[in-house]
Nanobody
Framework: QVQLAESGGGSVQPGGSTRLSCKID????????MAWFRQAPGKEREGVAY???????RYEDAVAGRFTISQDYAESALYLQMNSLKPEDTGMYYC?????????????????????WGQGTQVTVSS
């Protein structure tokens, strides 16, 4: 059984940076896709970025050029480096794992593609 646990986040000023981490336990799948999602109050959960075992990494338009997703296989961890943060980046951030790779971007940034989820970590961007 895969278990995911996010950490990092907190309160950040506009223009600032932070890095989210996701510890991955129990992943025995040969191919997978991992993603970061976020959910603002009163809004649906949306995909922010994903990376898969083929090395494909993509970003939602609003964060492209500001966020970077990466994996550390040795540490069994997923990261999201978030720079030039804006108030609209505020929300609960979740990491998720899908048990296959090679999805189209729209699939890879959709919640229905993911079987395993973490509990989330809050990011608040405010002055």
């Amino acid at each position: 059984q895969v278990q995911l646990a996010e950490s990092g986040g907190g309160s950040v000023q506009p223009g600032g940076s932070t890095r989210l981490s996701c510890k991955i336990d129990g992943n025995t799948y040969s191919y997978w896709t991992m993603a970061w999602f976020r959910q603002a109050p009163g809004k649906e959960r949306e995909g922010v970025a994903y990376i898969d075992t083929y090395g494909t990494a993509r970003y939602e338009d609003a964060v492209a050029g500001r966020f970077t997703i990466s994996q550390d296989y040795a540490e069994s961890a997923l990261y999201l480096q978030m720079n030039s943060l804006k108030p609209e980046d505020t929300g609960m951030y979740y990491c998720a794992l899908a048990t296959f790779a090679g999805m189209l971007d729209t699939q890879a940034l959709a919640t229905y593609s993911y079987k395993f989820w973490g509990q989330g970590t809050q990011v608040t961007v405010s002055s």
